[in-house]
């Protein structure tokens, strides 16, 4: 079994099972936090599912974008921390 083969047949089936229960607490998240972070995880999911993607097919300019994703989450999160800290600072 290779590597290709290992990642196509267990890893890539657990990164799906993964993003059916992140889009499972999206949809069922109570609060905005949990929406928030529901979707910084499917980001950060995404980034693995591109770079996995990026090994079986043997092209690394797909890595470019996982990065991006990657800083889009980050500043995402710093973002969404500093409009929670602000608000509860007003209240």
Known sequence: MTVED????????II???IF????RFIK???VVDRVVALDLMITVG???IT????????PMFLEEAMIMALI?????VAFSYYIFKRKRDE
């Open 6 to 13: 290992y990642i196509a047949y267990v890893v890539m089936p």
């Open 16 to 18: 799906c099972l993964a």
């Open 21 to 24: 229960f992140i889009i499972l």
């Open 29 to 31: 998240g109570p609060q």
């Open 47 to 49: 980034v693995a599912f």
């Open 52 to 59: 996995l993607f990026s090994i079986v097919v043997n092209n």
């Open 73 to 77: 989450a980050f500043l995402s999160s």
